[in-house]
């Protein structure tokens, strides 16, 4: 599927961000999904860039995929490839296997983030094998399959003692450094982080980040 993104830029670089969820029973209409809604509606409200979504409801085949993964990033060019489900210890937990046999590079710091964040709720998330990676000038990241563990991963725990940052702080600069258009962010959801040098300033808006 593949819609159309929102207006009203304001300068904006647009950003192409690809959304799967990955169920067999989902895929198959067993139950609806609710990965793909749960990530639009967060990013939707954390990004101020114009987004074009493409979104991939697919079944746990390893084969499925590194297809459709290969497919978001070499011929519909997104910047940004989010997914959920399928990272778990069962036989048909293959997401992590098949987002690393697309990889040019892997990023194991966002699966740390994520397994820290889960650790702050149930010793279970330790069982979670969620993989970062890079394929040309796009950054790959699994998902908890969760619509609530799948905010709390991006936003992080803010009120926590420590505060544990989301994953999602850190995106837009490792974009900006692998080539990838400028993500702003709203700070109230998520505030993106950038070295000062890094950081675009905007005449009569101040400096975004």
């Given at each position: 599927m593949n819609e159309a993104g929102t207006g009203g830029d304001g300068g904006r670089d647009r950003v192409r961000i690809g959304l799967v969820s990955v169920s067999d029973?989902?895929?198959?209409?067993?139950y609806e999904d609710k990965g793909i809604p749960a990530l639009r509606d967060w990013l939707a409200?954390?990004?101020?860039?114009?987004?074009?979504?493409?979104?991939?409801?697919?079944?746990?085949?390893?084969?499925?995929?590194?297809?459709?993964?290969?497919?978001?990033?070499?011929?519909v060019r997104c910047d940004l490839v989010l997914t959920t489900g399928g990272t778990g210890p069962a036989p048909r937990d293959v997401t992590p296997e098949a987002t690393l046999a697309i990889a040019d590079k892997e990023m194991p710091g966002f699966g740390e983030q994520?397994?820290?964040?889960?650790?702050?709720?149930?010793?279970?998330?330790?069982?979670?094998?969620q993989v970062a990676v890079i394929r040309a000038k796009a950054l790959v990241i699994n998902l908890p399959g969760q619509p609530k563990?799948?905010?709390?991963?991006?936003?992080?725990?803010?009120?926590?003692?420590?505060?544990?940052?989301?994953?999602?702080?850190?995106?837009?600069?490792?974009?900006?450094?692998?080539?990838?258009?400028?993500?702003?962010?709203?700070?109230?959801?998520c505030a993106a982080f950038r070295p000062k040098s890094a950081l675009v300033k905007r005449s009569g808006r101040g400096t975004l980040a």
């Open positions: 029973r989902a895929s198959t209409g067993v409200r954390a990004v101020l860039n114009p987004v074009d979504w493409e979104t991939r409801l697919i079944p746990d085949d390893a084969a499925t995929i590194v297809a459709t993964l290969r497919e978001l990033v070499d011929n994520m397994r820290r964040i889960g650790l702050a709720f149930v010793p279970t998330s330790i069982l979670s094998r563990a799948i905010a709390e991963t991006l936003e992080g725990l803010p009120r926590a003692t420590p505060p544990l940052p989301g994953i999602f702080a850190a995106v837009p600069y490792c974009i900006d450094l692998i080539g990838g258009p400028y993500l702003e962010t709203d700070a109230a959801v």
